[in-house]
């Protein structure tokens, strides 16, 4: 599998809002969302006869393999559904992918919801259905069996959608229903963020301040960064500004400081930060 793309893997896919509890109702507002992208949309069908629809998510972390492989090189996980599209109704999948020389894609239908992946193996003994790929990461190429049959049926699919990084925005609203979006990706010049959450805002000299957290959940690495910016009565972005606090990479906290209790100091970065 392409490295590029270990970066958009995350264990969690929801939209996520961020909230406030330092926050004070104050009239107007900044709201924090994460929409996440990390996903394959795919249509096709089985045997040349069956057209289905298939939605598969990428988890964040390895999800099996033998005891002796370093964690980057054990299987990712694969979680999703897909339905006969003449029926409608969702069928989960659950399984594992490999991504180096020894590529493959396993995905099952499990019997119930207790049904897991075999944490060394990374096959699954309760299943009804299972679709796999032996050679390669490939879902375009799978091929698919009920349990106890003896032949696979060729599953032809085309990718209709590939993963993509979060994207990640934030929202001012004025009590008059002005409102600004913002891209905190394109603003920040950075991708691969999983989550955003806001720490506390608040109204000084003229303008609307915002403290938030920024986190990545890294296959291999772990970052928190902290973020400012403060905006005008005009809608207009007069600061921003971003500061690492944290890279699991190092193992110990940047000196950054910031005052929950007045944003409008904004945050004062560490040198190797500036």
């Not at 929409?35 to 089985?46: A, C, P």
């Not at 999983?194 to 986190?215: C, M, Q, V």
């Not at 910031?258 to 945050?267: K, T």
Request: glycine share 8%; net charge neutral.
């Amino acid at each position: 599998m392409p490295s590029a793309l270990l970066k958009y893997f995350f264990p969690v896919i929801i939209i996520l809002i961020g909230n406030c509890s330092h926050c004070q109702d104050l009239g107007f507002k900044f709201t924090a969302k994460t929409e996440k992208g990390n996903y394959y949309l795919l249509k096709g069908n089985i045997d040349g006869k069956y057209k289905i629809t298939m939605k598969l998510f990428l988890s964040g972390g390895p999800r099996c393999g033998e005891e002796w492989k370093a964690i980057q090189w054990k299987n990712g996980g694969l979680d999703g559904w897909y339905y006969y599209d003449k029926i409608g109704t969702k069928i989960k999948l659950t399984g594992s992918f490999g991504f180096d020389s020894y590529g493959e894609v396993k995905l099952y239908v499990p019997m119930s919801s207790k049904d897991t992946i075999n944490a060394y193996t990374c096959e699954m003994e309760n299943y009804k259905e299972v679709f796999v790929n032996e050679d390669d990461f490939d879902f375009t190429k799978m091929k698919w069996k009920m349990k106890g049959d003896k032949i696979f049926k060729d599953v032809n699919l085309d990718i209709l959608k590939k993963p993509s990084p979060n994207k990640i925005t934030v929202t001012f609203e004025l009590p008059n229903g002005k409102s600004k979006k913002l891209d905190i990706n394109k603003l920040s010049e950075l991708v691969g963020f999983d989550d955003i959450n806001i720490i506390s805002y608040g109204e000084a000299n003229n303008y609307y301040h915002l403290l938030f957290k920024l986190e990545n959940f890294g296959w291999r690495e772990y970052q928190k960064y902290i973020g400012y910016l403060n905006i005008n009565d005009n809608l207009e972005l007069k600061d921003f500004k971003i500061c690492l606090a944290y890279d699991s990479w190092n193992g110990e906290e940047e000196k950054i400081s910031f005052d929950i209790a007045h944003p409008e100091n904004g945050v004062r970065c560490t040198q190797k930060n500036k």
